[in-house]
């Protein structure tokens, strides 16, 4: 038993978190994923809604530990305005929503507190174009006639990398990936990413989607780059603003930003990819 406790705190200390925790938070995650899709979409994007309504919250306070002060409300409404264009719309909506909202926040900035009106108006165009607008296209994904199946294939994808990505740099990881953004992250860990996340999305187009598996293949190498890029990405802002976690809210993973940041970055992929083969019928 003291051999387990102390291969355990060996791993926990090697991966920058506690992987009890960890597991019990993503099964608890996945779980209320597929439940609503199942039985009730619109609670999906419900539950979209909270998570990314939270995620912005933890943005802004991030921002504010920086430095940078927005307004918070301001932000939340423009974010519901921008997801319910995208769950009741189209990818059209979703961009005329982001044209509307994004410049509607600017003005409203501007006459709030000109100060320092370059550095909070870009925060605020980035914030919205990190959460609501990349997340719009997650509920795309979701509100579509075969949206159970786009979303398993999207957490298919999105958990390969992760997993195996976080296995192999336990167990491998000796060569940093990108030492000045986030120092756990290894090559072999990219590698590990690689070779599951090409394997289990092909097995996902070949068996669940119907599809060639070298067309879910080369699909699958692309999210390994949007999501590792989306890790990446979350952990220079956290860098840049000098903090360790986005949140608390997620034991074992720290908030829910740290959580979704490569789904975001993964799902507009996933749709794009989709549609692509929809319209070429590949």
């Known amino acids: 038993m003291d051999d387990f406790h102390s291969l355990n705190a060996a791993i926990n200390a090697k991966a920058g978190r506690k992987l009890g925790p960890s597991i019990l938070v993503s099964i608890a995650i996945l779980a209320t ?6 039985y009730a979409k619109f609670l999906f994007a ?8 939270l995620a912005a919250r933890e943005l802004t306070s991030a921002y504010k530990a920086g430095g940078i002060a927005l307004p918070v409300n301001a932000i939340l409404i423009a974010l519901t305005a921008i997801l319910g264009a ?3 719309g189209r990818v059209s909506s979703l961009a005329v929503a982001m044209a509307i909202t ?12 000109p100060k320092d009106f370059v550095r909070n108006s870009t925060a605020a165009a980035f914030a919205i174009f990190y959460l609501p607008f990349l997340a719009g296209f997650i509920l795309l ?31 491998f990881g000796k060569h940093p990936l990108a030492p000045n953004i986030s120092p756990k992250k290894t090559w072999e860990g990219l590698i590990g990413s690689i070779i ?16 060639n598996w070298w067309i879910g293949a080369a699909i699958g190498l692309v999210a390994v780059i949007t999501a590792t890029c989306g890790d990446l ?4 802002v956290k860098r840049d603003l000098a903090i ?8 074992g993973h720290g908030g829910i930003l740290d959580r979704i940041d490569s789904v975001l970055f993964t799902g507009p992929a996933v749709w794009f990819a989709l549609e692509l083969i929809k319209h070429f019928k590949l």
């Not at 994923?33 to 199942?38: I, P």
């Not at 949206?147 to 336990?170: H, K, M, P, Q």
């Not at 990405?233 to 220079?236: N, P, R, W």
């Not at 360790?244 to 034991?251: A, F, H, Q, T, V």
């Open 244 to 251: 360790k976690d986005m949140g608390s809210i997620l034991p």
């Open 233 to 236: 990405i979350e952990s220079a």
């Open 102 to 113: 994004i410049p509607t926040l600017l003005v409203y900035i501007l006459f709030k507190n």
């Open 86 to 88: 995208a769950w009741f």
């Open 33 to 38: 994923v597929f439940l609503t899709m199942s």
């Open 196 to 211: 599951a996340t090409t394997i289990g999305s092909a097995l996902v187009f070949e068996f669940a989607l119907e599809h």
């Open 141 to 171: 994904l979701a509100n579509d006639k075969d949206g159970l199946a786009r979303i398993f294939t999207l957490v298919v994808l999105v958990s390969c990398n992760d997993t195996f990505a976080y296995i192999f740099g336990v167990l």
């Open 46 to 53: 419900i539950v979209a809604w909270i998570a990314i309504g």
